[in-house]
């Protein structure tokens, strides 16, 4: 979660299109994944067409939440960007009921109103402010769209596929299309100074390897819900590092909206503990 908060500030650093950010991000990150699972990759060849299918779209999924989230910090402040980011569990809890039949207790369906209040307080303060900064809002809001669906995704195909190949080949897979959209955009993935290199790699080597690969390996272990909630991190940290770095201030609309995001993501965090206490009530576990 600490990881994850200095995302938008390296990519606040770099001034390359954000698409040649995300692609260096992603390449670096699997090169440097490489030599700790080098083994695992054998395995690739087991892997079935219909899972090599889900691959594929949680490559593009991801792709198209980095593309359209870091695209919307150009447009919008960092706190309002995060704030919205952290969405991400409402739309997965959405996603899961409706692929998966996971079914919502009353506490988990209160948070997700409060938290899509809070994000209807966001776009409306920030419409308020400026059309470029509301523009900013729907592109972040929508890359947390496509990061739910990758982690929906995500959950599914590490039923039969290793965290590490997974993360693996979707970072490739990621990887690849950022390259066909910087090539068919006419965007140059070369001419960059030496301080945006360092940008790259630090993007791939905090956010990436120490926030999405640890969340990706944890998905064996527990709900994408609960993964998703380690989100709420990322608007606070982030925000307090924009105030220092950037003095870049939180607005009291920001604030207050914010405020009913976490509250409402909380009361979500609350209804997924439930059923675990029940059932450990229920059936104790031996030593």
Known sequence: MLAISFAPILVRYSHAPVSVQGMYRMLFTFVLMLPFGSKQLGAVKHISKKDWILLVLAGIFLALHFLLWMASLTYTSIASSTILLALEPVFVLVGAYFLFRDKANKLAIIGMIVALIGAMGIGSGDI????????????????????????????????????????????????ICFFIYNVTMGISMTDYAQREWIVFLLLAIVPTVFGHLIFNWLLKYVKPTTISMSVLAEPVGASLLGMMLFSEMITGFQLISGAFIIIGLILYMRA????????????????
């Open 272 to 287: 997924e503990k439930q059923p675990i206490v029940e059932q450990s009530n229920q059936q104790p576990v031996s030593a």
């Open 128 to 175: 308020a402010l400026s059309s470029r900064a509301f523009y900013g809002d729907m592109l972040s809001f929508l890359g947390a769209l496509a990061v739910s669906v990758n982690m929906l995704l995500a959950k599914q195909i590490m039923k039969r596929v290793s965290s590490y190949l997974y993360s693996c080949i979707v970072f490739g897979i990621t990887t």
